[in-house]
């Protein structure tokens, strides 16, 4: 399982390149997280696209797990600051279900807190999960945090419809909660993701 270390989540960046399998190396010699080969947290996620101006090329979706008690890790030998906090991001595969229909699962407690580095257990919490549409080279990016999973929540992230057409950058989606007052006077002009999740 290739390494992939993360001080903190940029919800965009949850569609870098995914770990795999059973392990993750988590630092330089060679300490491995170990998966919960029956984890217990598992939940859907449904994925909807609603009102976007045209097809999207492609989906993929992926969670970020992080250690969150940051003195289990050991200090830099250099700086003596603490080390990178060790975390790893995983694909989630995703069932087409329509052309706007996305389905996915995930367990929050997939990797095992144990004591890795001999400094105490750590433990480890989900950053966030999301899917990622991609079309003509723009990527659009609607996830949830940890909290927003566990209380089986529905979320709406909305998309200026103009962006769907510019190939110049990436965008994450707007939370319902905190929109705009032009993005409230003009639902006409953006397209959302809305994401259902359950417990299994």
């Not at 999207?56 to 200090?75: H, K, L, M, R």
Request: proline content about 6%; charged content about 20%; aromatic content about 12%.
């Amino acid at each position: 399982m290739r390494l992939c270390l993360i001080g903190s989540l940029f919800f965009p960046l949850i569609l870098t390149t995914g770990c795999s399998q059973t392990m993750n190396q988590i630092d330089a010699v060679s300490v491995k997280a170990k998966f919960n080969q029956h984890p217990q947290q598992r939940y859907e996620l449904i994925f909807t696209i609603h009102d976007a101006p045209g097809p999207f090329g492609s989906a993929d979706a992926n969670i970020q797990y992080e250690v969150w008690n940051t003195g289990c890790v050991p200090s830099d030998l250099i700086s003596g600051g603490k080390s990178k906090t060790p975390g790893f991001t995983l694909p989630i595969k995703l069932t087409r279900l329509s052309d706007t229909v996305y389905r996915g699962e995930v367990a929050l407690d997939l990797p095992m807190d144990e004591d890795y580095f001999g400094l105490g257990v750590c433990h480890w919490m989900v950053q966030g999960a999301g899917i990622g549409l991609k079309v003509r080279g723009v990527n659009f990016g609607a996830g949830l945090i940890a909290k927003d999973i566990e209380a089986q929540s529905m979320r709406s992230l909305f998309f200026p419809k103009s962006d769907y057409f510019d190939q110049t950058h990436s965008i994450y989606g707007d939370d319902e909660r905190y929109l705009t007052p032009f993005e409230k006077l003009h639902p006409d002009k953006f397209f959302y993701v809305s994401i259902v999740v359950k417990m299994i």
